[in-house]
């Protein structure tokens, strides 16, 4: 046999009488891979393969381009889909037949497969999948060249709804997988980016791949996934949330291999993931949100000070967790708090306080009470923390605080106080806040009623009571008459019944009796400011055993505008005269030889007198009758003045009688002063009300006419 012959035989191309090339492929293997049957595109592709091998031995690189020029154009690209399919049967065979030198035709072999990818009929794309499979089979390692374009495709495939495209498509994906993981020059840089894109995408397929793609590149110990991983983070949290429920377990399970290699690695950059936390604790998904808040929590405990920067995001995150409907987000949430706090207790770098604070005033206003009590505790421990820096922002952060004493959780409060008490600590911070606090109580009388006494007592606990006292009696001198007045029937009762007032009132107590003149000092202020309320400077008196001054100031009262406010007030001392606070005065009614006997019993017969006839009346009138009962058996006469002559009344007649540093009758002028202000006080709101009445008669007899 000649040598034509056995080209021929090969399957040697024909040609035309001119000797010029008619077609690379001899026409048998044209008519088959464009055939129906199935049998008859393999037999074909067969044969293809020979004619390859022959031209690969004889170096005919030309005509090998030739035929896979041949195949993409006449085929793969033809409107028949019986060529197509021939076409990538074909190229797939070419593929097979070049064996050690495919890399140097993958530019041409696969365009034209990958362009099958987007083909409408479902065969074709499966046939361009086996192709593929092929071409990567023989080609291993040299594939990788164009591995995203490969990846593009495999995401198309894996979308197909055609059930065998996607089992091809599978089968491709665990064999380009083998490849990669045997590779030492994989691209990741290069391959990142494409990762990104398809990362957002939501259908569940591509979300698998995606998922196991991951996976498999960062079991790869040659490729440090851990690097690139604020590049896709956010998307693996996202899948977290998939309608399916292997990949939220597939993208859990690779989350916790990656917070386990970070938990190993010396070095991490946290702030581009902290970012992406932050974001991920705040969504709608209760998974992410718990998944976000365990990252953060160790994150603050790997990253430390490196946090610096992320502080008040971190924080803002957590103040939004901190009261989840999820009790396993609130935990982990809490725990995270406290890692934190702990931090910024102890960085010893300089770091800005403005953003937290801004933070903090934000979820000051949270509706839920476990987060604002989170947020007072941050502040307090700012505080006692670096209060000079703390100062610079008392001016942004008092009013947010004073509006906090009007939240109605007790325990928001309670906290809150204690926060204002740590600023008070410093003096110059200490008459800002009282005067706040005056001022709130004069703007909000509502507040003043149903939270004063609270208020008032939590700072006398955590503050000095009697610095507390002396410096709201000098700051309401300045105030409105009318709310003074109020302000000290609050600030009065308290100082009557509360326990925590105890050192006070051993102060004044003991002011005359001791005659010490700090004591004497307290007196004074209190009884300039307590005159705004005649009752509670009355009490004032009686509390300090200056029962000669008490005397004089009930005769006082025959001047004072008689209101029910005030019989109200009188009704209610009389309750506490039988309380514990009173049992000394109670008791001094005994001692009726004593000096100060007859200006006690002129005191409360002169605050019975001032009674209607009542239960109030009625039990001070007996506790009276008691001790005239006990002098009567005791025979002995009224102690003090045999006349019942007061001190200041017979100082009248000579010069005013003092105890200690005291001038009585100048504390009775100030008393007098005090209440006539309150009188003309009084009489110019009614003078207005009267002339807005006769403003609107007028008005009215207008309009009638």
Known sequence: MSTAEEK????SPALDRSGALESPLPPAILRGLGDRSYDKRKNAALDLTGLIKNYQENGEKERIASVINLLAQEFVRSRNANH????????????????PDIQRYLHLLLPPVLECFDDQESRVCYYACESLYNIAKVARNSILR??????????????????????????????IKDIVTESETFDIEGFIPLLQKHIKRTKPYIRQLLVGWISILNAVPDIHMLDYLPEFLDGLFNMLSDGNREIRQGADNVLGDFLREIKQTEVVEFGPMVNILVSQSRSKERFNRLTAVIWLHEFIGLGGTQLLAFYAPILGSIMFCISDQEQEIRKAAQ??????????????????????????????????????????????MLHEKDSTEMNKFIGDLLPALLKTLSDTADEVVLINLQVIARICID????????????????????????RGALIIRKLCVLLDCQTIYISLASIMAKNDIEFCSTMVQTLNLILLTAPELSPLRNTLQQSFTDSTEAGIQVFMTLFKCWSHNPVATFSLCLLSQAYDLSADLIQKFAEVD???????????????????????????????????????????????????QSQAYKTLSDRLST???????????????????????????????????????????HFAQVQQQHSDFRLSVFQQKKLLRSTLDAASTEDTA
């Open 146 to 175: 164009y591995f995203n374009q490969i990846f593009d495709g495999l995401c198309k495939l894996f979308a197909h709804v055609d059930v065998d495209v996607k089992n091809g498509a599978n089968l491709l994906d665990r064999l």
């Open 335 to 380: 725990d995270a708090n406290q890692g934190l706090l702990s931090l910024v207790r102890t960085t010893a770098e300089e770091f800005e306080l403005g953003p937290l604070l801004r933070t903090l005033t934000i979820e000051l206003l949270s509706p839920q009470v476990t987060t604002r009590v989170a947020a007072l505790s941050w502040i307090n």
């Open 84 to 99: 197509r399919k021939g076409g990538l049967i074909g190229i797939a065979a070419c593929a097979i037949g070049f064996m």
């Open 562 to 612: 008689v209101t029910v406010g005030f019989l109200m007030q009188i009704d209610k001392l009389v309750q506490l005269l039988e309380s514990p606070i009173f049992i000394r005065l109670r008791l001094q009614l005994l001692e009726v030889s004593s000096d100060f006997h007859a200006d006690l019993l002129k005191s409360l017969y002169g605050l019975l007198m001032l009674l209607p």
């Open 8 to 11: 021929q035989q090969l399957g």
């Open 427 to 450: 003096e110059q911070q200490f008459l800002r806040v009282l005067n706040a606090l005056v001022q709130l109580f004069f703007e909000d009388r509502p507040l003043l009623e149903t």
């Open 627 to 669: 001790v005239g009962a006990l002098k009567m058996h005791l025979s002995f006469p009224s102690g003090g003045s045999p006349n019942g002559s007061s001190a200041v009344t017979k100082a009248n007649n000579t010069t005013p009688k003092t105890k200690g540093t005291i001038d009585y009758s100048e504390l009775l002028v």
